[in-house]
Structures are given as structure tokens and as C-alpha cells.
């Protein structure tokens, strides 16, 4: 069956077609009784409007780019996903093109691709300095979303910030003292924001960071800095005695659950016990953290409303109507799981 046109809705709701055409832009001066049978003829006939003919005669595009990196991480991947699903809502194509954020010929060239196109705005999703400084150096005319730079609802505090905030605030209620701290790769703004929440919240509560590395995001990675922080003592002795060194963590904070994945891997090799010996408390709340050995705790940040928030605004622009440059998002939440508890005394 083809798909419904305003006349079909117009015949189904017995109005004319300029009465559905005003209905659809947003017209307020149509009487009520006369907007109920719009709406149900629409509804009935599954209208959907025909956004490519509507940008067509308004001679713009609805296409806007979406510039990624790393959309195999459980989070980028949400933050994109719902981003497109906003922007199909809204009546735009997205187009997705994939780079290397900590290289800066790949940012370049995936930039000199989309600036080459037809499209109304581009999303940067790659939270890297290098991105960053990428995309402002270039002369780019149309409105640009960036997935950085977020804001708390109702505070001035970065959303990375908090989170690494929430994750010492856990680990000090229980009692910790001595923490460990598996950071992301240092290109990127969000890792270095919640180490800085973390260190910052961690130390006022009267706790110490003794030890940290770093990692770039991947499992493989945070089984290596596990490794590296059994070396050094911090988490335990290497084959199995569990019980870390005098001074050593009792707790080991990481920047994103997958790091985390790895490293509790490495810790049931060493027969480090985790909470027994060691707490362990992740970021993001990856699909995979309550099954891992413990379920992990984590703070949990809504990607899906990032992505909705960051393609909305960027609409809002690309169509002229005012929008709040700082985008401001849920507060970030605690999931308290299996791998967290009091130090044992």
C-alpha cells in the first residue's frame, strides 16, 4: 500500500488539505474539534510526512554528518545510536563517518570528506583534544554539535567531573582510604575529567590516590595496568597472596567498565579477591557490568539522552531557533553491585 499524502489525511478527516498542511507546520488557530480529526486521520493512516520534498521547496538539506570514534565501546555506541534516532525523528539523515580521534590527519581527512558534502550541520562525537582542536581551527560555516563540554543539570560541574565524583564518594562511604585509579588514553576530555573528579573528591574525603595507570578504553588494556599495579604491590602480590602491601589500595576506581572487565580478569589470575581484597567500582554502566565476576558497580550516565540532547540542539540551530550553547544533562547515578565493600580491617 502506498503511503498515506495529506490529501488521503484531508478526505479521511473530512477537512481540506490546507487544514492538514497548517496542521503539520504548527499552525495554533485551528479549532479544536477540528485538530481531533487531524490527529486521528493521521494516526489511522500511519501519515508519515515527506521531509525530503518539505526541505526541497525550502531549498535546504536535511542530511547532517556525525563524526565518530571508538563505536565499538558500549558508550559512544549509545550516545550514537540514539543521536541518529533523534535526528530520523526530527526529519534528518545522518550520516556517519568514523575517524581516529587521537590522530590528527585521520580527523582532518574524515572532516575534509564531510565539509565536501551537502549537509546542514555535523555532530563531533570524538571527545579528543585533537578533535577538538580540529574542528575549531577550520573555517566551518554551519552549526556545530560537540559531545563535550556537558554540563550537570542544575550545577556549573562538567559531566565527567561528576562522575568521577560519585565513584569516590562510594568508595570513601564504605571507608577507603588508599584508592587506586586505572585512567583512559589522556587525548580524551572525559577521561581526564572524571580522573580529575575522582583525585579531587577522593583526597577531600580524606582518602589518598597511591597508585594509577592508564589505559586506553579496551580490555586488553585494563588487564595490563592490573598487571602493571601488581607489580608495583598496589593490589596485591602476583600468583595468588592477595592482601596488598602496607599503604597499598584498598580500592581501584576505572574510567570505563570494559578497562574494568579487563582488570578483574587479571585479579582473579593473581587471586587477588575482589571485594575481599580489593574494591573494584567502574564508569558507565555497560550492558555488561552486572554480569561480570562480581556484577560491577558503576556510575551510571544516560548516553542515550546525550545523544538526544547533542543532535537536538544542533537542529534547533540549523532551523534558527534559540537553543542554550551549554547542553545540560541528567545527574550521573551510582549502581551499586557485587564488587564494592568495606575494607576488610
Known sequence: MPDATI???????????????????????IRPETRAKVEAALAELEYRPNSAARFLRLKRT???ALLADNMHLSGPARTIASATEAARDLGYVTDIVTMDGGDERSVREAL????SQQIAGLVLMAQTAIARTAVEQ?????????DFG????????????RAGRVAAEHLIELGHRRAAYVAGPEQWLVARERQEGFTVAFTAGGGEVVSSATGDWSAESGFAAARRLLDEGALGTPGGAGRSRDGGATAVAVANDT????????????GVSVPGDVSVVGNDDAPEAR?????LTTVDLDFAREGVLVVSSLIARIEGRETDPVIH?????????????????
Open 7 to 29: 490529501y488521503d489525511v484531508a478526505t479521511r478527516a473530512g477537512v481540506s488539505h490546507q487544514t492538514v498542511s497548517r496542521f503539520l507546520r504548527g499552525f495554533e488557530g
Open 62 to 64: 536535511n542530511r547532517i
Open 112 to 115: 575534509d570528506l564531510v565539509l
Open 138 to 146: 577550520r573555517d566551518i560555516s554551519m552549526p556545530v554539535g560537540r
Open 150 to 161: 556537558l554540563v550537570v543539570d542544575g550545577t556549573g560541574e562538567s559531566l565527567g567531573v
Open 259 to 270: 578497562m574494568a572487565m579487563g582488570l578483574l580478569a587479571a585479579l582473579a589470575e593473581a
Open 291 to 295: 554480569y561480570m565476576v562480581p556484577p
Open 329 to 345: 544533562v541528567p545527574t550521573p547515578a551510582l549502581v551499586t553491585r557485587a564488587s564494592t565493600a568495606p575494607p576488610r580491617a
